[in-house]
């Protein structure tokens, strides 16, 4: 998992590192919400660690800023301070998912960034080459995605799309990022590839809330494969004709 820490202070840097520094987590750490907002329009991490009282921007702010770009699904954990714990209910009705007084405690640290990502990407059922997701199973070895029951044709690139998204739902792919992910080079200003799939894939897996995923574009910023609920009438349809069927006949 890529987790993305905005810290300004050097000692609070360090202990972030040190606290994740035996997961298999990739961490990286930037000093201000400029330099946060340029990295997250490259790419987008798994998990975000905020300070609250960053030099440029407030965390406040930065959450505000987090979740009408990027959405609701990232984990955020804000890093607050002794003083300010009296925050924590707006904190948190802000948008963020957890938090830690800081000065951090390592085993804590790791301990609730942890629990963030499995409460986040746990609800995808998968083993080692199968994922399950609303009504889509991806069977990544035999290189096929079957809904409801019938198989879906393909082409390779399009797979090789649809897989990397479902490994990672309600999590937002800037459009070059998604690109490099999927075609291996990066993504020429005025190339229309990655859009061009992405419109097929909607097309040919009828991506919508009927089966519970939906493929979103993401304003200035890329698109996210999310969960959605199912809406109640869906099922309507076969309700009203087994029903229909039970009341007729010899019986």
Request: net charge neutral.
């Amino acid at each position: 998992m890529k987790v993305l820490a905005i810290e300004d202070d050097a000692a609070q840097a360090d202990l972030i590192r040190t606290a994740l520094a035996h997961t298999q987590h990739q961490v990286e750490i930037v000093e201000s919400g400029s330099l946060a907002i340029r990295r997250l329009r490259q790419a987008t991490p798994d998990l975000l660690i905020l300070e609250r009282n960053l030099p440029d921007i407030s965390g406040d702010d930065m959450l505000t800023w987090i979740r009408m770009r990027l959405g609701a699904d990232i984990p955020v954990l804000v890093l607050v301070g002794r003083s300010s714990e009296d925050d924590v209910p707006k904190i948190l009705d802000a948008g963020a998912d957890d938090y830690v007084v800081t000065p951090v405690r390592c085993a804590e640290l790791a301990a609730r960034v942890a629990v963030l990502l499995r409460r986040a990407y746990s609800r995808v059922r998968w083993e080692a080459h199968r994922i399950e997701l609303g009504d889509y199973v991806i069977d990544i070895r035999d290189r096929t995605v079957v809904l409801r029951g019938k198989q879906q044709i393909l082409s390779p690139r399009e797979f090789d799309l649809a897989s990397h998204l479902f490994r990672h739902p309600g999590r937002v792919f800037a459009r070059g990022e998604l690109y490099r992910a999927v075609w291996g080079k990066a993504l020429e200003p005025d190339s229309r590839t990655l859009d061009t799939h992405i419109y097929r894939l909607r097309q040919k897996l009828e991506l919508s809330a009927r089966h519970g995923i939906q493929l979103r574009c993401v304003y200035q910023h890329g698109y996210c494969l999310e969960r959605v609920p199912v809406p109640a009438d869906a099922f309507r349809g076969s309700f009203h004709e087994s029903s229909h069927r039970s009341t007729i006949g010899p019986f």
